[in-house]
C-alpha cells in the first residue's frame, strides 16, 4: 500500500515547515479499500485537499475518521455509491464539522457505531 505521490507531497511539504497541529490521516487507496491512519504533529489544514480524493471505488470506510479532531471539510463530493461498510467511521469523532448531505448510502450494509461517541458533530447530514 503507498500514499498516492500529490498527498506525500503535501504531508512532506507540512513536516519540513514543521508547522504545529494534533493529528492528521494519511489515506492508503488499496483494492477498493481505504485504510486511514493517525499520525502525530503536523497541521490538521492538510484535511481540506480530502474533497478532490476519487472515492468512488472505495468499498469499506470503517473507521475512517475515528477520532479524527478539529476537522472541517467539505465532503459532498465524495462518490460513496459502492460503500457497503461504515461501521464506526466517525467513531469518537470530535469538533467535526463536514457536509455529507449529498452522499448515496444506498449501498451501505451496517452503519453500526457511525457516530458513537462523536461530539461537536455540526455537519449536515440529512
Known sequence: ???LPEHLTVVKMFKLQKLAATKICR????SGIMYIYYIEVFLYVVFTAIFTWNVKNVTDMQCIFAKASSFICDLSLWDVGKVTMM???FDMASSFHCDLSDWNAANVK??????NGAVAFNGDIS
Do not use: I, P, Q, Y
Request: glycine share 6%; aromatic share 6%; no cysteine.
Open 27 to 30: 489515506a492508503l487507496l488499496n
Open 87 to 89: 461501521v464506526g467511521m
Open 110 to 115: 451496517s452503519m453500526l457505531s457511525m457516530f
Open 1 to 3: 500500500m503507498n500514499l
